[in-house]
Nanobody, 125 residues
Framework: QVQLVESGGGLVQAGGSSRLSCAAS????????MGWFRQAPGKEREFVAGISQSGSFTSYTDSVKGRFTISRDNAENTLYLQMNSLKPEDTAVYYC??????????????????WGQGTQVTVSS
């Protein structure tokens, strides 16, 4: 098993930036492809970004392309999400997730085996 703990959320003004971190313990992060998901009030959880085990492959949902960057530091067992040009519609609880499958990142919630508890990101207009 792997335990995931997100941090870095908070209140940000529209147009601002924030960086989320996801610290892994229990297993080395390099075993997992990783993803960031988010869930806004009254909405379903949705894929935001994903990254392969080595970091060679990344994918993003269209609404964050060019604004968000997913990265990982396997030596530090940490996943990151750099969020720039934030918009009020980015307000949500953000979750990191881990999946044992080797390969390109998946956008499917059902593919992920482990989840963090989430961190709130609120973007004010």
């Amino acid at each position: 098993q792997v335990q995931l703990v997100e941090s870095g959320g908070g209140l940000v003004q529209a147009g601002g930036s924030s960086r989320l971190s996801c610290a892994a313990s229990g297993r080395t992060l390099r075993m997992f492809r990783m993803g960031w998901f988010r869930q806004a009030p009254g909405k379903e959880r949705e894929f935001v970004a994903g990254i392969s085990q080595s970091g060679s492959f990344t994918s993003y949902t269209d609404s964050v392309k060019g604004r968000f960057t997913i990265s990982r530091d396997n030596a530090e067992n940490t996943l990151y999400l750099q969020m720039n040009s934030l918009k009020p519609e980015d307000t949500a609880v953000y979750y990191c997730a881990a999946d044992y499958t080797v390969g390109r990142p998946s956008s499917a919630i059902m593919d992920y085996d482990y989840w963090g508890q989430g961190t709130q990101v609120t973007v004010s207009s």
